[in-house]
């Protein structure tokens, strides 16, 4: 269980009005605030957490598992070579030609993903598993920005196949 509370990211405000960076001094999201006390504010470091909680659910290969550090990749990639790639996209001073060299870049990564999804249903061969949600999330940043995936077989049919899940 958890509760959702809204971010203004531009002005680091919580929908309550009070001020966001009092909670993470990043200034960014996600932010998860556990009953401990503790503050976990890093994607990728999150979604393994939530894995590891419920682990009937295998979203997440067992620790220290040559399967967990290509998760761990995975997740590493789509966080550093995807999302921050992403940030630019939604800064309207940039301008166009800014815009079109990271769309550039990030048509790149997606064609990389593209190959590696051959055979394969999701990122990690047949089972969803948590970089898949993070993909996806990509995914429909792309649709946002307007980054044309359609040459992309692979990757569209798994863009549906992640969509067609019930939690979707």
Avoid: C
């Amino acid at each position: 269980p958890f509760d959702l509370v809204r971010v203004d990211l531009k002005a680091k405000k919580l929908e309550d009005g009070s001020d966001y960076t009092q909670i993470n001094p990043k200034g960014q999201v996600p932010a998860l605030g556990l009953e401990s006390g503790d503050l976990l504010t890093e994607g990728a470091v999150i979604v393994q957490m939530i894995a590891d909680k419920a682990p009937h659910k295998n979203l997440a290969p067992a620790h220290g598992s040559s399967e967990r550090y290509k998760l761990q990749e995975w997740l590493n990639f789509i966080a550093s070579e995807l999302h921050k790639n992403f940030s630019p996209l939604f800064q309207p001073a940039l301008s166009d030609d800014t815009k079109a060299f990271f769309q550039d870049r990030l048509m790149g990564k997606f064609k990389y993903i593209d190959q590696a999804l051959t055979g394969r249903d999701y990122v990690m061969g047949q089972h969803f598993t948590v970089p898949d949600a993070y993909l996806f999330t990509m995914l429909a940043w792309a649709d946002r920005v307007g980054l044309d995936i359609s040459g992309l077989p692979n990757l569209v049919g798994y863009k549906a196949r992640v969509a067609a899940r019930p939690k979707v």
